[in-house]
């Protein structure tokens, strides 16, 4: 079974530029995750879909953070315009939903601003 | 947001030892938690997850405890390897769906 894949696995850019981190789900999971890892630190949900609907995005900062998953399967996550504070892994995660529960992850993108 | 958190930081234990990780959690209406292992420059792995009407759970050489009277949750690592050399988070899934996680605890294993 294929994982989570997420692209690009590193990004550099420098601040007030945009960046946008594309993720696809384990194939038939309802559920998907992104998440924000600062180094040191355990990850932080930022927004969560079911299906293309979005179920919480409470943590996610909506003057510059946007996300879609448009048709259900794979979502991008925007940042625009970044900030140096935003330097972290952004991992996507995804999940069957209903009686399966369990978190799969990507190996993450990982976004420096400088 | 939701409080999860792990009472040690950094963890050492001899390569045959058993290792166990602690974790507190502060939403009572969770019902269900995750332990994940995370190799540097990898995502989260899971390792073993409990529902909350459990409070044992073995897998192939872990174990996980539930104490939902403290909130408490931990891992027992039995015979700890090398390759168990990680940071191991718990998460909790609260009643919206959502998972939140805790600081980690960085394991080192000393051969």
């Known amino acids: 079974e294929a994982g989570v894949a997420q692209s690009p696995r590193y990004k550099i850019i420098e601040k007030r530029q945009s960046v946008a981190f594309w993720c696809n789900p384990i194939s038939g999971h309802a559920t998907l995750y992104w998440y924000q890892q600062i180094l040191g630190q355990g990850p932080k949900l930022l927004i969560q879909f079911q299906n293309n609907g979005v179920v919480d995005d409470s943590q996610l900062p909506k003057d510059r953070f946007s996300a879609e998953r448009l048709k259900g399967v794979d979502s991008t996550l925007k940042i625009q315009p970044a900030k140096l504070e935003d330097s972290a892994v952004y991992l996507c995660?995804?999940?069957?939903?209903?009686?399966?529960?369990?978190?799969?992850f990507g190996s993450g993108t990982q976004l420096s601003v400088l | 947001g939701e409080s999860v958190g792990l009472h040690l930081p950094t963890l050492s234990v001899q390569e045959g030892d058993n290792s166990i990780i602690n974790c507190a959690y502060s939403?009572?209406?969770?019902?269900?938690f995750i332990w994940y292992k995370q190799e540097s420059g990898k995502g989260p792995q899971f390792i073993i997850d409990?529902?909350?009407?459990?409070d044992k759970r073995q897998g192939q050489r872990v174990t996980v405890l539930l104490n939902k009277t403290v909130k408490h949750l931990s891992l027992q690592i039995a015979a700890t390897q090398p390759g168990d050399s990680a940071v191991y988070f718990c998460?909790?899934?609260?009643?919206?769906?959502?998972?939140?996680f805790g600081t980690g605890t960085s394991l080192t294993v000393i051969p």
């Open positions: 409990i529902r909350s009407n459990m």
């Open positions: 939403n009572s209406a969770s019902d269900y």
């Open positions: 998460a909790e899934k609260t009643t919206g769906n959502q998972f939140y």
């Open positions: 995660a995804s999940s069957p939903g209903q009686d399966n529960e369990k978190l799969f």
